[in-house]
Structure formats: structure tokens, C-alpha cells
Nanobody, 129 residues
Framework: VQLQASGGGLVQAGGSLRLSCAAS???????MGWFRQAPGKEREFVAT???????????SYADSVKGRFTISRDNARNTVFLQMNRLKPEDTAVYYC?????????????????????WGQGTQVTVSS
């Protein structure tokens, strides 16, 4: 499995960016997440989208991005997106996409780094004030 993240860049506060993460080498039943790491800080959870069978897809967001960011996926293209609106300088970080294959764990666990099997290389997002 390989994950290729793209779409980062420099944007002014209040602006928008759309990140993409293309996955190759996967078949089905995978769950995706976005994390970010700012300079001098630990990598933190941003959003996740999981497949729950009867319940369909479920999403979860960090409180800091809820209402501003939207995670979505295009299964036909094995691609997950992160639409980021009303960006703030504190959103500046390297953004990583991640994949968990097989069964989903709890939604709370999907916020943890250890829940994911594969990671992309990261894409830089810089928000100027």
C-alpha cells in the first residue's frame, strides 16, 4: 500500500485548501484518517472516515477543526480528501494521511496514531496571518 498526499500550500488566514490522498495497492475495507504535525509539536489527529457496514461511513473530527474541515472519500479512485475552510495560522503544519486496513476499531481509537497501518509522506500547509 502506498499513500500519496497532495494539495498543500501557502494560504492567507480565512482561505481554503483541499488536500488529497491517493491510495494504491488496496482492495477494499479500509479506513482513512488525516493527522498533522506542527513544528515542535507531536502529531495530532485531525479527522477520520471509517466504514461501519450497516451504519455506512462515519466521520469524526478534532474539536479544533470541527465545522471548518470536511473529510470525504472517492472509493472509485481510492482517494480521500480533506476540505479545509476558514483556515487559521494555527492550522499550519505538515498534514499526513493514514490508512487502516481490515476491521475498524472504536471511533475513539481511530483518533490515535497506532490505529493506522500505513502513512503518506505529508504535505505542508502554511497559513499566514
Amino acid at each position: 500500500v502506498q499513500l500519496q498526499a497532495s494539495g498543500g500550500g501557502l494560504v492567507q488566514a480565512g482561505g481554503s485548501l483541499r488536500l488529497s490522498c491517493a491510495a494504491s495497492g488496496v482492495l477494499s475495507n479500509y479506513h482513512m484518517g488525516w493527522f498533522r504535525q506542527a513544528p515542535g509539536k507531536e502529531r495530532e489527529f485531525v479527522a477520520t472516515i471509517t466504514w461501519s457496514g450497516v451504519a455506512g461511513y462515519q466521520t469524526s473530527y478534532a474539536d479544533s477543526v470541527k465545522g471548518r474541515f470536511t473529510i470525504s472519500r472517492d472509493n472509485a479512485r481510492n482517494t480521500v480528501f480533506l476540505q479545509m475552510n476558514r483556515l487559521k495560522p494555527e492550522d499550519t503544519a505538515v498534514y499526513y494521511c493514514a490508512m487502516r486496513t481490515g476491521s475498524r476499531t472504536t471511533m475513539s481509537s481511530m483518533r490515535e496514531n497506532w490505529a493506522y497501518d500505513y502513512w503518506g509522506q505529508g504535505t505542508q500547509v502554511t497559513v499566514s496571518s
